[in-house]
């Protein structure tokens, strides 16, 4: 379906070549101030033609609010959100009107539903993200507003090329709490300092050597994308089947070109023995209740401890190359399919935007959810509940 959440809710629209795309936004809370000028930076990071590195297309993502607010403020009614298309190419896919491209969704979309669209990726183009990221800078300005929180992603890998923690992770043989630091410091304007949008500037420089050179022979790579939401209300979550990194694996898996999630220490963290991968408790210095580690990634039982989220996605090679294919046509026949159309050589560092963003959406929802239960509790009368429930310690006569 093309709506995400529950009581934030969010239904994209539009195709690659479509006069524009956006989003429709309900559960916004009413009276916050809201002007485009909120959601344009997140659109121009994620706006392809921005640099050697992205796709040439050239989108100036230009976003417009139509529904839900007045004199800047929001009325607590739907959001509308408009992001008109203008350097449309449809004459590049002539050809997929005969082969279906290797490694898009070509043909799951006409069997799915009979027709496709006949030109770029329709909805399974990353255009539909322009919705998302619009939707989730509207999102963060609330949950930053109200709670404080900070979300930021950024490139960790490109093909074998990683960032030292990365490889580091991978190699270890216990947890390495100077990832915890890195994860507490990292910004975005540490990130934006280089247009591969990785804070570590000799690993920076290889990724976009990589790139360069899958640009030149006009072939293209992969990589990952490491995101920390930091200042996450306690709670947030709802077990067992929208445990929060549930939640988040969905929205995740749900970007275009997806392929893998990794959770806290993720699949490392299988190396270890439980004594080394447990989290113990501690009263930290600043009068807080929390853990000494955190290899849980901020989650235990599905829901936020109050510590950093941090999550891994995986993002595959852009399928559009531009190298001739062989493949075969609708009709089981083989040929060769021309090379045309436009793509980024590596996706990674235009998904930094939208991996944030979705996880905006993510941490909206369940606030919202985990108020509403809370308003509701509110209004019951008071009773005293045994200190077992509270997880507090008797107290001595």
Do not use: W
Request: proline share 6%.
């Amino acid at each position: 379906m093309s709506t995400f959440g529950k009581l934030f809710r969010v239904t994209t629209y539009g195709e690659s070549h479509c006069k524009g795309v956006g989003a429709i936004i309900d559960g916004v809370p009413p009276g916050m101030q809201l002007t485009e000028g909120d959601i344009q930076p997140q659109l121009t990071r994620r706006r392809p033609g921005q640099n050697k590195l992205t796709t040439p297309r050239d989108e100036k993502d230009k976003v417009t609010i139509m529904s839900g607010t007045e004199f800047g403020v929001t009325l607590g009614t739907p959001i509308g959100i408009q992001v008109p298309n203008q350097d449309q190419r449809p004459h590049d896919y002539s050809d997929t009107d005969i082969f279906p491209r290797p490694s898009h969704a070509d043909y799951t979309y006409l069997q799915k539903y009979g027709v496709k669209a006949s030109s770029g990726g329709g909805r399974a183009s990353a255009r539909e993200t322009i919705g998302r990221v619009a939707a989730g800078a509207i999102a963060e300005k609330y949950l930053k507003e109200a709670y404080g929180v900070e979300i930021v992603a950024f490139a960790s890998s490109v093909g074998r090329v990683a960032m030292p923690f990365i490889q580091e992770l991978e190699d270890a043989d216990e947890p390495d709490h100077e990832v915890i630091e890195f994860m507490n410091t990292i910004s975005r304007e540490q990130v934006d300092a280089d247009i591969s949008r990785c804070p570590h500037p000799a690993t920076a420089e290889a990724m976009k050597k990589v790139i360069a050179e899958k640009s030149h022979e006009r072939d293209s790579i992969g990589g990952s994308v490491t995101c920390v939401i930091r200042k996450c209300p306690v709670g947030l979550g709802e077990p067992c089947f929208d445990k929060l990194e549930a939640v988040l694996a969905h929205a995740m898996l749900s970007i275009p070109a997806t392929k893998g999630f990794e959770f806290g220490s993720g699949f490392n963290g299988t190396k270890f023995s439980g004594i080394q991968h447990n989290d113990p408790f501690v009263l930290k210095e600043d009068g807080t209740f929390g853990t000494l580690t955190n290899n849980s990634g901020g989650v235990q039982g599905g829901i936020s401890n109050g510590e950093n989220i941090y999550f891994r996605v995986a993002f595959k090679p852009a399928a559009t190359i531009s190298q001739d294919q062989n493949t075969a046509n609708y009709d089981g026949v083989t040929g060769i399919l021309a090379a045309k159309g436009r793509h980024d050589p590596c996706v990674v560092s235009r998904a930094v935007p939208i991996v944030e963003s979705m996880a905006a959406l993510v941490i909206m929802d369940a606030v919202l959810q985990q108020e509403s239960r809370r308003a509701a509790a509110s209004r019951l009368p008071t009773i005293e509940i045994n200190h077992a429930l509270l997880g507090k310690a008797p107290k001595k006569d």
